[in-house]
């Protein structure tokens, strides 16, 4: 990485397991994962020793320097260096929302708060990282109107039409029902909760997980990477829900955006048959 970013938290870039190496390691290896502030850049390609790239893929369709991310205050951007290709950059929860960004094009910037960067490659199976800004800012409801200079934003920057936002709202609903010390949904309750929402029924545990480990540590900053042991990941979950029901970010007005509780509960009672 490059730049002279600051403590805060800019983007996260996140290579899968499988796509490819960083720093010259082997291709096709364990997943890699950078932490961007404003002011810093990551290079991605094929790379070599005389090029170093943050994100190694491993394609030869790929050039060895494809192009590179810079982060800014508040969006980050994306340079083009190929001088044939164009990469497309989606919203996976935007209903087929995405950019083109053209072969040499420099700092294009995008908007969206998740992201995935797509790559083409001469296989049948294109070549992708992800890009998660959490640092996008919202202004505060009850300011608007008034002057800029007065004008505040949240503490917590959550979209609340985002997959995340469901999870979590998801998290909170036994106390926000009940409105007792009932236990916090497991990831397998949360996945079976969502299955009839219209965007969630490919939703897996896995993603589930991803989804409560963004919420922990870029949304809402109650502490580092975990381990994954149940407990710690328990504790993790108890965390995340009183933070949100106690400075108000999910509320009753929010399970509106849940599958109607019925229908839950009726496939709950079917699989207890």
């Not at 800029?148 to 469901?166: K, R």
Request: net charge neutral.
């Amino acid at each position: 990485m490059r730049g002279s970013g600051g403590a805060v938290s800019g983007v996260v870039v996140h290579l899968p397991r499988g796509s490819g190496g960083a720093d010259g390691g082997e291709p096709h290896g364990d997943a890699v994962t950078l932490r961007l502030g404003p002011g810093e850049v990551a290079r991605f390609g094929r790379g070599s020793m005389a090029i170093p790239v943050e994100l190694r893929l491993a394609d030869r369709a790929i050039s060895r320097l494809a192009g590179e991310i810079r982060v800014t205050d508040d969006h980050w951007q994306l340079t083009n260096h190929s001088t044939t290709h164009s990469y497309l950059v989606e919203n996976p929860e935007g209903a087929g929302e995405y950019l083109r960004v053209p072969p040499r094009r420099v700092g294009a910037p995008i908007p969206f708060e998740f992201s995935r960067v797509v790559l083409p490659t001469r296989g049948d199976v294109t070549i992708s990282f992800q890009v998660f800004a959490p640092d996008h800012l919202y202004l505060d409801p009850d300011a608007m109107g008034v002057p800029w200079g007065n004008s505040t934003v949240t503490a917590y920057s959550l979209n609340e039409t985002a997959t995340y936002f469901l999870v979590l709202v998801a998290l909170c609903e036994p106390r926000l029902r009940d409105q007792s010390r009932v236990a916090v949904p497991t990831t397998p309750q949360i996945v079976e909760r969502l299955r009839e929402h219209p965007t969630c029924g490919a939703l897996t545990a896995r993603a589930v997980s991803s989804h409560i480990d963004y919420l922990a540590e870029e949304k809402l900053r109650i502490g580092g990477p975990d381990s994954h042991e149940p407990d710690r990941r328990n504790g993790k979950r108890e965390e995340i829900v009183g933070l949100a029901l106690r400075f108000g970010l999910v509320r009753e007005e929010h399970l509106v955006l849940l599958p109607p509780p019925a229908a839950a509960g009726g496939r709950e009672r079917q699989a207890a048959r």
